[in-house]
C-alpha cells in the first residue's frame, strides 16, 4: 500500500482522476469500479474535462440502494448519470450497478459477481471512505471474506449520506446492494481517495491500525497495488 500525500483537496482530487485517466488511456477496454459519494463528485468533473474515452471501457459501480430504483435522483444509478456517463462516450450496454430494486438480492448479489467474472474481474476499482470505515457498503464487522450481498446500514452511515435525502437520515435507505470485501479486495489495483478532518481518523485507522472487520477499510492493507490519495486534512492523523 502506498500513501501519496496532497497538499490540498484540489490536488488529491486531479492526481485520482489522472491515474483513472492514464490507465484508460494504456487500456482502453479497461474494466474500471466506480464508487459514489461526494469526494467523488470532482474526480468525474475531472474526467469528464480530460476528454478520455470511455467507449470501450466496462465499469461496475461499488453499491446501491435497496429500494430506489434507477430513475430515482437519490439512486446511485441516477448519480453516476448526473457525474459521469451522461457526460462521456460510455456505450450503457458497459455499465453495470447491483440491482437494488430485485426482487431476490442474493439472486441479484450473485449475478453482479457472475458479471464482473464474465468481464475478466475489475481492472482497477476506484475507492472512497465512510466515517464507519466503510468501503463500498461494508459496514463494521463485514466479513473480509465477502462477497456481493446486502447489507444494512449503521446510523453513522445514513447520518453521514443524508445530506442527500434533504438532510433526514430516516429517508435514507435502510439497506444497500454491495460488492463485499473479498470482491474489492479480487481486483488488480486499488485507489481510495480521501479528503478532509472528518475522515482523518478513519482513514489513520485504515491504513495504521490493525486489520480487522470493525474497519472494513484497513483490508485494502492486504493488497498489494494499491494506492491511498489523501489531502492535507484526511493524512492529519498519521
Ligand atoms: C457512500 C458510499 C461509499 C463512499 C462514501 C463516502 O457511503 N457507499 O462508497 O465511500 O459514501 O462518501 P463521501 O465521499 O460523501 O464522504
Same mark, same amino acid.
Given at each position: 500500500m502506498e500513501i501519496v500525500p496532497a497538499p490540498t483537496r484540489d490536488a488529491a482530487v486531479a492526481l485520482t482522476a489522472k491515474l483513472i485517466e492514464s490507465r484508460l488511456r494504456d487500456k482502453p477496454n479497461l474494466v474500471l469500479g466506480l464508487a459514489t459519494g461526494r469526494t467523488m463528485e470532482e474526480v468525474y468533473a475531472r474526467l469528464v474535462a480530460s476528454g478520455?474515452?470511455?467507449?470501450?471501457c466496462t465499469t461496475f459501480n461499488l453499491d446501491e440502494y435497496v429500494?430506489?430504483?434507477?430513475?430515482?435522483?437519490?439512486s446511485y444509478a441516477a448519480y453516476m448519470r448526473h457525474h459521469l456517463f451522461d457526460h462521456? /462516450?460510455? $456505450?450503457?450496454?458497459r455499465i453495470n450497478l447491483p440491482?437494488?430494486?430485485?426482487?431476490d438480492l442474493s439472486v441479484a448479489a450473485a449475478d453482479y459477481e457472475r458479471r464482473i467474472a464474465g468481464a475478466g474481474g475489475i481492472d482497477l476499482q476506484l475507492l472512497g471512505i465512510g466515517?464507519?470505515?466503510?468501503?463500498?457498503?461494508?459496514?463494521?464487522?463485514?466479513?473480509?471474506?465477502?462477497?456481493?450481498r446486502d447489507k444494512i446500514l449503521t446510523p453513522v452511515t445514513r447520518a453521514q449520506n443524508a445530506g442527500m435525502f434533504?438532510? /433526514?437520515? $430516516?429517508?435514507?435507505?435502510k439497506r444497500a446492494l454491495t460488492m463485499g470485501v473479498e470482491t474489492i479486495l479480487e481486483s488488480r489495483e486499488l485507489v481510495l481517495l480521501a479528503s478532509g478532518r472528518a475522515k482523518a481518523s478513519v482513514v489513520a485507522k485504515a491504513v495504521?491500525?490493525?486489520?480487522?472487520a470493525r474497519i472494513s477499510?484497513?483490508?485494502?492493507?492486504?493488497?498489494?497495488h494499491c494506492k491511498v490519495i489523501l489531502d492535507d486534512e484526511a493524512a492529519s492523523d498519521l
Open positions: 478520455v474515452s470511455f467507449a470501450r429500494g430506489l430504483p434507477p430513475e430515482d435522483p437519490n462521456v /462516450d460510455i $456505450d450503457p450496454a440491482d437494488g430494486m430485485a426482487d466515517e464507519a470505515g466503510h468501503i463500498g457498503f461494508n459496514e463494521p464487522l463485514s466479513a473480509l471474506r465477502s462477497r456481493t434533504g438532510g /433526514d437520515p $430516516d429517508a435514507v435507505p495504521e491500525g490493525p486489520l480487522t477499510a484497513s483490508a485494502i492493507q492486504l493488497h498489494t
